[in-house]
């Protein structure tokens, strides 16, 4: 008790003397710095104001104190008593009784405990918690199918095309009716015009409740005039004590003073604020985010026995080794993270060029790791272990550049050359005449970009045979020669009704061996070049090709219009 008061005052110091620190420099500011920040602080706004939509309606779906919920509805006997998930060390999550007592999460056990007498501790569960998650997100997904899962208890949806002729509040009241009859577990939800938004309307009402703020300027902004900072979400604890220093309370204020802010704060918090003044953020659901890093971390009773320890990292390391292999991923580094006995926090971490996704080689670090720390602070004392893997490499072909895609080994061709071939066999017009493949398939590009019902299967479906009529009709220029993958099977290329005409067309995509190293002039680019084994990233075809080559292949993938083009276009016209 004493180690956590000591550290929790120790973090309120700091905090006050990052305070001073910024008073004094807003006294120090002179007129012309606080106008110049007033006017960037100004266009800022202007521009935000200008790209805000208010055509969407995004709904956020929370659930009520999940994890002892989830404990309460299988332990009846559990459910009129104060409840909260975790152990002595910390709490991850308390139910609403608890909470009327000052239990929150991340609270120590034995804190909470002094807080409220009678509180019940359950240990955590997540497996069962996870496949609760499961079952409720499958309700989710008939109201969007894209929607945004953010960990196992809340989701952004995008419910605008269920709104045209309903009520929204109706839409999500059916939603949160669907999730108790599913699990038997109740939810809250916000609606509005963005995910922030959204998230600040689905706390208005908790527990088992819900909240609309309507999609209009005007409404949003007497909504924001008396809404504390400290609803809107990414305004923690210490952010909001420093605008309390600046007598900032509410939106409203916030944005009077948002010239001051971009004063005193960096670029990036500043720009986070007034997006928070005015109520903006994003409304896309199905957003793919690059994960950075993978941790995983337990807490335990203040020890420095080193066999202890070693028994908490095993877990850890085989927890990291799954999820790295399960997203085909490897860790360039890996960071043992640490929280002693005071509560400070504390890290030692070890990078490599090759990147690793063994459990035993994760381990090993992370034990090297420890040895190094215990062994220049021998009466250390450990209450909180973790390992973190940061540096990932994706192992799949999904490249950011055309470089970082030349390192990699060749991938296998994306489906079979032999199934493309029966596809089009069985259509005569779609093999014999390439106008009809670039006008019935590709004319309805336009639509491409707009469209959400366009299957993404089908589009790589298009890309694939149009890359590989164009290689088709390249080969015949003797430009590009293929790289062989399959074997020929007589049995899985012949049709009955035209066996000639397939044998004939496989002879066109024959795949040949050359030699990589072999010099050779590239008649399409009219250049001596060195021939390499090389994949598009697009249509995922082997070539043995030149660099120049590729390139242009894939302006190709990325373009159907062009890939049209191209294919209509006769072949002596493809000369340069």
């Not at 335990?300 to 095993?314: D, H, I, M, V």
């Not at 082997?542 to 390139?551: G, K, Y």
Request: aromatic content about 6%; overall charge negative.
């Amino acid at each position: 008790m004493a180690a956590y008061e000591k550290a929790k005052q120790a973090r309120a110091t700091r905090l006050e003397t990052e305070i001073e620190l910024m008073l004094n420099k807003l006294s120090k500011l002179t007129p012309i710095e606080l106008q110049r920040a007033e006017d960037a602080a100004m266009a800022y706004c202007n521009e935000i104001r200008e790209q805000m939509d208010y055509s969407r309606v995004i709904a956020h779906v929370d659930m009520d104190s999940f994890y002892a919920s989830v404990e309460m509805r299988d332990r009846p006997e559990l459910r009129d008593k104060p409840i909260a998930v975790g152990g002595n060390s910390m709490l991850c999550t308390a139910n609403y009784r608890a909470r009327q007592f000052g239990v929150r999460s991340a609270m120590p056990g034995y804190l909470a405990r002094e807080k409220c007498p009678e509180l019940v501790i359950v240990p955590v569960d997540m497996e069962k918690y996870t496949t609760v998650s499961r079952e409720f997100q499958e309700v989710f997904r008939e109201f969007d199918p894209d929607f945004d899962m953010m960990g196992l208890d809340e989701a952004y949806l995008d419910i605008t095309d269920l709104c045209k002729d309903t009520d929204p509040n109706q839409i999500v009241q059916q939603l949160r009716d669907k999730v108790v009859n599913k699990v038997n577990l109740t939810c809250s939800a916000g609606i509005s015009i963005n995910k922030k938004l959204a998230k600040v309307c689905s706390d208005w009402r908790k527990p088992n409740g819900q909240f609309q703020l309507p999609g209009n300027p005007s409404d949003i902004a007497t909504f924001l005039e008396t809404l504390p900072v400290k609803k809107m979400p990414g305004v923690g604890p210490i952010t909001q004590q420093k605008l309390a220093a600046l007598k900032i309370e509410t939106c409203v204020e916030l944005s009077h003073k948002i010239g001051e802010i971009f004063a005193l704060f960096t670029a990036n918090s500043a720009e986070c604020l007034a997006e928070s003044a005015l109520g903006a953020g994003d409304n896309r659901t199905n957003t793919k985010h690059e994960r950075k890093s993978i941790g995983t971390e337990s807490t335990f009773p203040a020890t420095n026995n080193l066999s202890s320890l070693r028994e908490y990292l095993k877990p850890m390391a085989h927890e990291i080794s799954d999820w790295l292999k399960e997203h085909r991923m490897r860790s360039n580094t890996i960071t043992l993270v640490f929280k002693d006995s005071d509560f400070q926090r504390g890290s030692k971490a070890k990078s490599s060029n090759q990147g690793i996704d063994e459990a035993h080689s994760i381990y090993q670090i992370a034990i090297d790791l420890l040895n190094n720390i215990l062994s220049n602070r021998r009466s250390l004392k450990l209450r909180l272990i973790g390992i973190r893997g940061s540096k990932l490499n994706d192992m799949c072909p999904r490249l950011n550049n055309l470089q970082l895609f030349l390192e990699q080994k060749p991938y296998p061709i994306f489906g079979s050359l032999n199934t493309v071939l029966e596809q089009k066999t069985n259509d005569d017009d779609s093999c014999s005449k390439s106008e009809e493949l670039g006008c019935s398939k590709l004319n309805n590009s336009d639509e491409l970009g707009s469209s959400s019902s366009k299957s993404a299967n089908h589009f790589n479906k298009d890309i694939e045979e149009c890359s590989k009529q164009l290689i088709e009709n390249r080969n015949k220029d003797n430009s590009i020669t293929i790289l062989e993958t399959e074997q020929r099977k007589d049995n899985s290329i012949k049709s009955s009704e035209t066996p000639d005409n397939n044998d004939e067309k496989l002879d066109e995509l024959r795949i040949v061996e050359s030699d990589l190293n072999e010099i050779k002039t590239d008649h399409y680019f009219n250049v001596k070049t060195e021939h390499q084994q090389l994949a598009c990233p697009v249509c995922f075809v082997i070539m043995i090709t030149t660099v120049q080559s590729l390139t242009e292949h894939i302006d190709w993938c990325l373009n159907r219009r062009a890939i049209a083009s191209v294919l209509a276009t006769d072949h002596s016209d493809l000369d340069r």
